[in-house]
């Protein structure tokens, strides 16, 4: 009976341990990739047009004068840095969300019409 009890120790203390040693392996795995694009790139990807609307926040071009402006977003356990001018990052942010809101508007006037 004393030998099985050390056998079942030294099991659980193995199985243990070895649950231990493969945590490194793991930590490794749940850093993003990173990946550099432009905006107009970024803009070809549907999933992280989203994503990027969902993370972004117009108001975060208030600290920015002009120039080149760089962005984080993590899309699809990917963290890409998206850069564009000043410019692309106004109508990234401004005349899409108007195009948004007209396409709104307009349903809003065909279930008006029903």
């Known amino acids: ?3 099985i009890k050390l056998v079942l120790i030294a099991a659980l203390i193995t199985f243990t341990s070895e649950g231990f040693a493969k945590t490194g392996e793991y930590i490794g795995k749940l850093k993003p990739e990173t990946m550099k694009i432009s905006l107009n790139e970024a803009l070809q990807i549907p ?7 969902d993370q972004l926040d117009e108001s975060m071009l208030e600290n920015e004068k ?6 984080k977003v993590v899309y699809k356990d990917i963290l890409f840095l998206i850069i564009g001018n000043y410019e692309e990052w106004l109508k990234f942010f401004y005349l899409e969300n108007i195009e948004v809101e007209k396409e709104d508007s307009e349903l809003k006037v065909a279930d008006g019409l029903r």
């Open 1 to 3: 009976m004393k030998n």
């Open 47 to 53: 999933g992280l047009v989203e994503a990027m609307y």
């Open 66 to 71: 002009g120039g080149e402006v760089v962005f």
